[in-house]
């Protein structure tokens, strides 16, 4: 992110402000169809500073701003598109994954008062929808253009020897799935994906998948994103918070350069792919920093709510602790030493007793306990006080044996 003074003043869609801008403007038909485009430098004056919370109360019909009452018909027509263009990218086989963002809720202090999965609703996914189509467009500009070097988002097939493997050891757990033994491509996962949606522990399963897949990179060369299906994407949306966008800026004004003709395209090809190695390695650099400082928060905020009970899931388990998560997004580990004696079944990655019946597996329900903390290794300890899933499993075999 380039510094606040910047992204947040001279370079922010301010209302009632000229900022000078690069646009992507897109004619689409009724069915989501890029018909004609332009892009181009521009003025944009916002009218208004508006949020996802307030437009999100607009598109269900619920309440509407006073504020908002000019722009509430353009609300509702983008709506209509956002609905359609998630109908297309669900017909060409878009992998939706789980959405496992955490939201930190601060006090005026600093202190952290809550913490929560972050929800998304229409708004949200009309933003995503729209930022996706621009950066498509502007792809297959420069894809189209071709002499000159760009920089795409790549997200590469997976090898699917390896995803089936994933989805094996999902059939393990107990999860049925219906629609193929055997993912072969996008559109056959996306049906997993949506059959195993429905279950409360979808975001552990959607991990487990997700991480069984390549990760996008920036790199030069188009091989296309395997997620989106899309043939050729690139990040362009995002120029004050993502250096790959602000290249693609930066290319896009060299396109109307009087003396194109003159630069070194061999050279420029060059300095773009150590940008896209740089950029791809920070990326990653900076998702690990971000686990670390959530780690961190996690841990500042359970000191003040230790002996307290959350309900959460079993997310890996091994022959030292069994990993958990909280549904408001809390990570942590339990001790397994409070635990009734059991056996570690590697295969199913799950805990069986002596009657080889399964105590504790990934993706149960789990009441847990804040125990402590583990300074050393940023950790947090819970305690399982009970199994939910298989207690409710109980509950239902005993209605349905006096039914």
Not at 117 to 141: D, Y
């Amino acid at each position: 992110m380039l510094p606040s003074e910047i992204s947040n003043g001279i370079c922010s869609l301010n209302p009632h402000v000229d900022r000078l801008t690069i646009s992507c403007i897109m004619e689409i038909d009724q069915q989501a169809e890029i018909r004609d485009y332009q892009i181009c430098k521009s003025v944009i004056n916002s009218n208004i500073k508006m949020t996802y919370e307030d437009v999100n109360q607009v598109l269900k019909k619920a309440t509407t701003p006073p504020s908002y009452y000019p722009f509430e018909k353009n609300l509702l027509e983008m709506q209509e598109l956002s609905n359609i263009i998630t109908i297309n990218k669900e017909k060409r086989g878009y992998l939706k994954f789980a959405n496992t963002e955490v939201e930190i809720i601060e006090g005026k202090d600093g202190s952290v008062e809550k913490i929560q999965k972050k929800q998304t609703g229409l708004a949200e996914e009309l933003i995503e929808n729209f930022m996706v189509m621009a950066n498509t467009c502007v792809a297959t500009h420069l894809a189209w253009i071709d002499f000159i070097p760009t920089i795409y988002r790549n997200h590469g097939e997976p090898d699917f020897n390896k995803v089936n493997m994933t989805l094996d050891f999902i059939a393990n757990l107990g999860y049925r799935l219906r629609t193929a033994k055997n993912a072969t491509n996008a559109l056959v996962l996306q049906k997993i994906l949506h059959q195993l949606s429905n279950k409360e522990e979808f975001p552990i399963l959607s991990t487990l998948i997700l991480r069984s897949m390549q990760r996008a990179e920036y790199n030069t060369n188009n091989i296309g994103h395997f997620a989106l299906e899309l043939q050729y994407y690139t990040h362009f949306t995002s120029p004050i918070r993502r250096f790959p966008d602000l290249k693609i800026h930066q290319i896009l004004k060299e396109l109307t350069n009087p003396n194109l003709e003159f630069i070194d395209f061999n050279a420029m090809e060059k300095e773009l792919q150590e940008i896209c190695y740089h950029s791809s390695k920070k990326e990653r650099q900076a998702d690990i920093s971000e686990e670390e400082a959530k780690k961190l928060i996690f841990m500042k905020y359970i000191e003040e709510h230790l002996e307290e009970y959350f309900e959460g899931f079993i997310v890996d388990i091994n022959t030292k602790e069994i990993k958990v998560q909280a549904k408001n997004g809390l990570l942590g580990v339990a001790s397994l030493s409070n635990l009734t004696p059991f056996k570690f079944n590697e295969k199913k990655k799950c805990l069986i007793n002596d009657s080889k019946q399964i105590m504790l597996k990934i993706g149960h329900t789990v009441l847990l306990k804040a125990v402590g903390i583990d300074d050393e290794n940023n950790k947090i300890i819970f305690s399982i006080e009970k199994n939910i899933t298989l207690e409710e499993k109980k509950q239902q075999k005993l209605v349905k044996k006096i039914g």
